[in-house]
C-alpha cells in the first residue's frame, strides 16, 4: 500500500508531514511538534500481539473441510445434497443466494443419513438445495459452537463456493405437475380472445423458476410430442395458465388439442421421455374443474374452478360427480356494468345457504342468508354493479357442501 501512493506522496506540494516521515513511519514512530505518531508496524503488532494472547482467541472453532459439489449434472427441479465434514459445532448451517445481486438465505444442515450426509453421526453434514436452473448457486457454510464459530470459505460473504448445474438435462419428476383442469368451460373464465375454452393449470413445486420451453404436452401417450413448449418460464411456487382449444395463433399460451369432457390422459414429458407428470380422469361435469388439493401434492377431487390460484378450499365439492349437491352457475359472465347477475343454484334438498362475494383480496364485500328450495332456482343480483373491473367470487355454504365460481366485471 505505501509503494502504491508513493509517487503521488512525493508530488503532493501540501503534505502535512515530509516524505521522510512518510518513509519512516511504516515500521517507526514519527515526532512531530507534541505528537508522537506510532508506526504502522508498531501499532499493528502490538495488537496482534493483545489479540492473539486474549482468552477469546483460545477458543476453539468447528472445523470445516470437504465441502461438495462444485460442478454437478442434474435435473432442473431436482435437489442437491450440499456435504461437509464439520467437527466441533453445535450448529451447522448452509446459506445460499441464486443470483450475485440476491441475499444469501439460509437453511439447517444435519447428520442425520436422511440429508444425502452418508451415515448417521459420521461427521458428515448435510442439506438438500434445489438449484436455480439458470445453472449457478452461490453457497458457504457456517458453523459454531458454544464458544466459537466458523466460516468456510473463510472470507464469506466475499467469497463463496458455486454450484453450477449443467444445462439440458430435462426437469425431474415432479417438480412441475398438473395441478387443475377444466374439460368444460361453458361460464367459467374466458382466453385473451373472450372464448370459454377449456384450460390446464400447471404449478412449480419448487422454489425456483423453471423454464418450460421444448417440454412436451399431450393427450396421447402413444404420441407424447404432440405440443411443445415455446418460450415460458413458470415461476417459483407459482402457476401457469394453458388454454386447450387448438387455437395456437391467438395471444397466449394454447396446445394444438382440446380436452374430452368424457375423460382421457394428459402427460407432461421432457423430449428424452422421461415423465414429469401425468394425470387420467373420468368424465367432467360443466364448469367443474379437476383439480390437486392441496397444490402439487394431494389427490384429485371435483371442485369449483380457481384458475391460476391456490386450489385452497377442499371442501368446495362435496361427493364425486353424478352425487346429489349443490351447484353454481352465474350469468351473464363477463358481467357488463349496467347488468344484473343471475345465480342458477340447485340444492338437491330444502335446506339453508349462506351466499357471499368474495375479492381477489379474500375479503367479503357481500353476504345474504338463502333459504334454498330442492331443485334448480334463479336469483338476481345488482351488488356487481359498482364493483371495479376484476375477477371475484360467488360463494354459497349449506349443510351439505361449499361451492364457489368466478366472476368477471368488465367495464
Known amino acids: 500500500m505505501q509503494a502504491l501512493i508513493n509517487t503521488a506522496v512525493q508530488e503532493d506540494n501540501n503534505k502535512l508531514y515530509s516524505y521522510a516521515d512518510f518513509q519512516a513511519n511504516l515500521l517507526n514512530n ?163 380472445e373472450g372464448q370459454y375454452e377449456d384450460w390446464i393449470e400447471l404449478y412449480n413445486t419448487t422454489s425456483s423458476d423453471i423454464p418450460l420451453e421444448g417440454v412436451f404436452l399431450s393427450d396421447d401417450a402413444a404420441n407424447p410430442g404432440k405440443w411443445t413448449f415455446p418460450a415460458a418460464t413458470i415461476p417459483a411456487g407459482g402457476y401457469l395458465l394453458l388454454w386447450a382449444d387448438e387455437d395456437q395463433s391467438q395471444e397466449g399460451l394454447h396446445t394444438n388439442f382440446k380436452l374430452s369432457k368424457n375423460g382421457e390422459e394428459i402427460l407432461l414429458s421432457n423430449n428424452d421421455g422421461t415423465v414429469i407428470d401425468e394425470v387420467t380422469f373420468s368424465a367432467q361435469e360443466t364448469d367443474i374443474s379437476w383439480g390437486r388439493c392441496p397444490d402439487g401434492t394431494g389427490a384429485f377431487v371435483a371442485m369449483s374452478p380457481t384458475p391460476g390460484v391456490a386450489n385452497s378450499d377442499c371442501t368446495t365439492l362435496v361427493g364425486e360427480p353424478g352425487e346429489g349437491r349443490i351447484t353454481l352457475r352465474v350469468f351473464p359472465n363477463p358481467l357488463v356494468m349496467g347488468q344484473s347477475l343471475t345465480l342458477a343454484i340447485h340444492s338437491p334438498a330444502v335446506q339453508e345457504g349462506y351466499l357471499s362475494l368474495i375479492n381477489a383480496l379474500g375479503a367479503e364485500l357481500y353476504a345474504q342468508r338463502l333459504l334454498l328450495h330442492a331443485g334448480m332456482q334463479e336469483i338476481g343480483l345488482d351488488v356487481l354493479n359498482n364493483l371495479p373491473q376484476g375477477l371475484y367470487w360467488m360463494r354459497v355454504a349449506t349443510a351439505t357442501g361449499v361451492i364457489s365460481t368466478t366472476v368477471a366485471v368488465q367495464h
Open 30 to 192: 514519527v515526532v512531530s511538534g507534541n505528537f508522537n505518531i506510532p508506526g504502522i508496524a508498531t501499532l499493528m503488532e502490538a495488537r496482534e500481539t493483545f489479540l492473539l494472547n486474549h482468552a477469546e482467541w483460545q477458543n476453539v472453532p468447528p472445523g470445516i473441510s470437504n465441502v461438495s459439489p462444485g460442478t454437478i449434472a442434474t435435473l432442473i427441479g431436482s435437489s442437491v445434497p450440499i456435504t461437509a465434514a464439520v467437527t466441533n459445532a453445535t450448529l451447522v448451517r448452509l446459506r445460499f443466494r441464486f443470483n450475485r445481486a440476491g441475499i444469501f438465505e439460509e437453511i439447517p444442515m444435519f447428520d442425520d443419513g436422511a440429508h444425502g450426509d452418508g451415515a448417521p453421526g459420521d461427521g458428515i453434514f448435510g442439506a438438500m438445495l434445489t438449484p436455480n436452473a439458470s445453472g449457478k448457486t452461490d453457497y458457504y457454510i457456517y458453523a459454531e459452537n458454544n464458544t466459537a464459530a466458523m466460516f468456510s470459505p473463510q472470507r464469506a460473504e466475499h467469497e463463496f463456493y458455486t454450484l453450477t448445474v449443467t444445462s439440458g438435462m430435462g426437469i425431474a419428476a415432479g417438480a412441475v405437475v398438473i395441478n387443475e383442469l377444466l374439460a368444460a368451460n361453458d361460464q367459467g373464465i374466458t382466453d385473451p
